[in-house]
T-cell receptor, first 115, second 112 residues
Framework: DAGVIQSPRHEVTEMGQEVTLRCKPISGHNSLFWYRQTMMRGLELLIYFNNNVPIDDSGMPEDRFSAKMPNASFSTLKIQPSEPRDSAVYFC?????????????FGSGTQLSVL | GQQLNQSPQSMFIQEGEDVSMNCTSSSIFNTWLWYKQDPGEGPVLLIALYKAGELTSNGRLTAQFGITRKDSFLNISASIPSDVGIYFCAGQLQAAGNKLTFGGGTRVLVKP
């Protein structure tokens, strides 16, 4: 079975450019989460969706960050304009309906480098 | 916000050794989970705990949900080379819905 699929795996961009990260959750899962991982701050929840609706975006650092989930099988995280401090690994995770809290299935991540 | 303090930050293991790591918080959590992350991959769930005092095993892994609901530990028995990686504890508050707070991780390395 396919797990959570993220693309691209690696992204190198210049400061000021727009960056779009993509995620395909596991089929049948109805919750989707975007996390950011850095050495300094560890794993931080940015936003999560339930049934395609954003439930909590309090972790989104600034207005430069936006996330969408137009349907159950696709989500994007956009950074515009990007800054060097946005460099991190961005993970998408999903969880199925009716599951106990916290059982997340993570993708392999997108390593973002903003120069 | 809530913080999870995980210790040790790193440890060296020798094949066959038992290892232990723990996680503490100033907040009470309803759920404790332990994840493992291999290089270049996302975290993978190892064990989930839902009741204070609960002791749960998954193969060579054993984890406990502390009685005070503010701590948890993870033990790995008879470690093997593939146990190398970063282990994260995570806690979930009832009021927080599906939000998890992650600890800083314990990096497990092999003794040279």
């Amino acid at each position: 079975d396919a797990g959570v699929i993220q693309s691209p795996r690696h992204e190198v961009t210049e400061m000021g450019q727009e960056v779009t990260l993509r995620c395909k959750p596991i089929s049948g899962h109805n919750s989707l989460f975007w996390y950011r991982q850095t050495m300094m701050r560890g794993l931080e929840l940015l936003i999560y969706f339930n049934n395609n609706v954003p439930i909590d975006d309090s972790g989104m650092p600034e207005d430069r960050f936006s996330a969408k989930m137009p349907n159950a099988s696709f989500s994007t995280l956009k950074i515009q304009p990007s800054e060097p401090r946005d460099s991190a690994v961005y993970f998408c995770a999903s969880s199925p309906p009716g599951t106990s809290p916290g059982k997340l299935f993570f993708g392999s991540g997108t390593q973002l480098s903003v120069l | 916000g809530q913080q999870l303090n995980q210790s040790p930050q790193s440890m060296f293991i020798q094949e066959g050794e038992d290892v232990s790591m723990n996680c503490t918080s100033s907040s009470i959590f309803n759920t404790w989970l332990w994840y493992k992350q291999d290089p270049g991959e996302g975290p993978v769930l190892l064990i989930a705990l839902y009741k204070a005092g609960e002791l749960t095993s998954n193969g060579r892994l054993t984890a406990q949900f502390g009685i005070t609901r503010k701590d948890s530990f993870l033990n790995i028995s008879a470690s093997i080379p593939s146990d190398v990686g970063i282990y994260f504890c995570a806690g979930q508050l009832q009021a927080a819905g599906n939000k998890l707070t992650f600890g800083g991780g314990t990096r497990v390395l092999v003794k040279p």
